[in-house]
């Protein structure tokens, strides 16, 4: 019932900036809180950044000054917005959404290359 459209992945050179959106769509009262997860190969799922529909935000170490969250309430979606991108930010990059009433769910992934 709740789905989750994720876009702006895809390859950038070390420097370059990224911009991800995940929409979320369905049967949605309403949402505590969105954010982003990050898969490299061979290593465990990390937070990226997440925000709090009252508009708190969390970031990992290792993003913080590159990367910025934010989220439109009216539109349920969230962006991120990654510069400075770095080869180890590579990863598959996957949506998180927290509905009220309902629990989480996850988008299916969109990969973030950064390489030359």
């Known amino acids: 019932q709740v789905q989750l459209v994720e876009s702006g992945g895809g390859l950038v050179q070390p420097g370059g900036s990224l911009r991800l959106s995940c929409a979320a769509s369905g049967s949605i009262f309403g949402i505590n809180a969105m954010g982003w997860y990050r898969q490299a190969p061979g290593k465990e799922r990390e937070l990226v950044a997440d925000?709090?529909?009252?508009?708190?935000?969390n970031y990992a170490d290792s993003v913080k000054g590159r990367f910025a969250i934010s989220r439109d309430n009216a539109k349920n979606t969230v962006v991120l917005k990654m510069n400075s991108l770095k080869p180890e930010d590579t990863a598959v990059y996957y949506c998180?959404?927290?509905?009220?009433?309902?629990?989480?769910?996850w988008g299916q992934g969109t990969q973030v290359t950064v390489s030359s």
């Open positions: 998180h959404v927290v509905v009220t009433y309902r629990g989480d769910y």
């Open positions: 925000i709090t529909w009252s508009g708190r935000t």
